[in-house]
């Protein structure tokens, strides 16, 4: 039987149906039935959501009052007195829970998975100097020595090359690997050292893609000026695609993806910002909203694809970002939901004299290391997002050797993080007065 035309509060509600008796000397036939109605969906929390590393397993539990079954991303459990738990082999970056009742009704509930960061002390290496025996060697004796346990290795740097052969087409349509390096093989020997590798991916300063895309009409790939001319400011010609194109974005998540799959334990993006400069000045095509929220979906998307690969993401970002970040497009806690540690390039060469109230940054590492790292710290709290930052290991108008060094990565620590990279663009860190660990 349907009942049209009723509209049914929740609760207990009885059904009379009366008919008349074709025996006229009987009483009318009178059925009742009781019934409720539930449109109320269940309610699903969340305890627990713990996962060691992110190539997992990952654990769930929660609790899903009335509720019968969860589906925990896509595996369904039942609930025993109101809660569940459910052990998933993989980790994804977000985890949708739907709870389901007897009566069809389902409750939904959407957690982002955060995974900490297992730390390191890390060093800087382009492709290039991996491919020279004469830089690599004194790195892979540091690790030796347990002076560091991670090796940062570029995957694409600032000149848009890639350091190995990379089999994503575009970069074979543009011409950008270089084969310094056979990625397995190197990925291969730095962990059978025990070590952590690190891939830095120069994203959207990239002269190769940005002057290949130019010459064959995808102009909208690269970044430009009012004029409609590639952007230069200072960094020269063609230097930056344009982070709003989704081919821009696809290409290089892509080649986060394959850096992955051979091994590369992180993907730690740089440049993954908009050309520093006067806002007014730049064009980007397809840009909806704002540079910094796209820059946020574009590490939302990458997250999606290599968190359930196993590997952990981080961006480096300005020193400036902490305080300055629509300068850049970096906003520092909206990054931090979509990254699992984000590495602000504090060097004390790169401050001004006053920041922070440091009257000679440069000569005072300690001092501003100390307070532009407990900033990040500050910012990123309760995120998720672990603070990793970039160290000065290289002198400019201040000789930099082991004390300065080492006061950098006494600062960082006193400020709340633990775990560092040096950067020296020669790649030689004989002078950084690394202890071992």
């Not at 120069?202 to 430009?224: E, I, M, N, T």
Request: glycine share 10%.
């Amino acid at each position: 039987m349907t009942l049209n035309g009723l509209d049914l509060g929740e609760g207990s509600h009885t059904l009379s149906v009366r008919a008349a008796n074709p025996l006229p000397w009987m009483p009318d036939v009178l059925l009742e039935r009781q019934f409720t109605v539930d449109n109320t969906p269940p309610t699903v929390s969340v305890d627990l959501v713990e996962a060691k590393s992110p190539r997992g397993p990952l654990t769930v539990r929660g609790t899903a009052d009335g509720a019968s079954t969860v589906l925990v991303g896509d595996q369904r459990v039942d609930v025993r007195d109101g809660r569940f738990e459910a052990l998933l082999s993989s980790v994804p970056a977000r985890l949708r829970l739907e709870a389901s009742d007897e009566a069809g009704n389902t409750g939904h509930h959407d957690v982002a998975v955060k995974v900490p960061h297992p730390g390191m002390r890390a060093v800087h290496m382009s492709a290039a100097a991996w491919a020279t025996a004469e830089l690599r060697e004194p790195v892979l004796a540091l690790a030796r020595e347990g002076r560091i346990d991670t090796v940062q290795l570029d995957i694409k740097d600032e000149s848009g090359e890639i350091g190995y052969d990379s089999q994503v087409p575009l970069a074979k349509e543009v011409g950008a690997s270089r084969n310094h390096y056979d990625a397995r093989a190197t990925v291969d020997q730095l962990h059978g050292m025990n070590l952590r590798v690190v891939g830095r991916l120069v994203a959207f300063r990239d002269p190769v893609l940005a002057k290949a895309s130019w010459q064959a009409g995808a102009q909208d790939r690269v970044a430009r000026n009012q004029g409609g001319a590639p952007w230069t400011g200072h960094y020269g010609e063609y230097a930056f695609t344009n982070f709003a194109n989704p081919e821009v974005r696809d290409y290089n998540i892509a080649i986060a993806r394959e850096a992955v799959t051979l091994g590369f334990d992180d993907i730690l993006y740089d440049y993954v910002r908009r050309p520093d400069g006067p806002i007014g000045q730049m064009l980007f095509a397809g840009l909806a909203g704002t540079p910094e929220q796209s820059i946020v979906d574009f590490m939302r998307d990458t997250r999606e694809v290599i968190r359930p690969l196993g590997a952990y993401l981080g961006a480096s970002v300005f020193g400036i970002a902490a305080h300055s970040g629509t300068d850049i497009a970096q906003d520092i806690p909206a990054m931090s939901a979509y990254v699992d540690y984000l590495s602000p390039m504090v060097y004390p060469s790169h401050w001004g004299p006053g920041e922070y109230g440091v009257d000679h940054p440069e000569g005072k590492p300690y001092d501003i290391v100390r307070a532009s790292v407990a900033d990040f710290v500050a910012l990123t709290k309760d995120t998720g997002a672990t603070v990793i930052p970039w160290l000065q290991a290289f002198s400019m108008a201040h000789s930099y050797g082991p004390a300065e060094v080492q006061a950098q990565v006494k600062a960082s620590a006193d400020a709340g993080a633990q775990s560092f990279l040096l950067w020296n663009a020669a790649c030689r860190y004989e002078s950084a007065g690394l202890a071992p660990g």
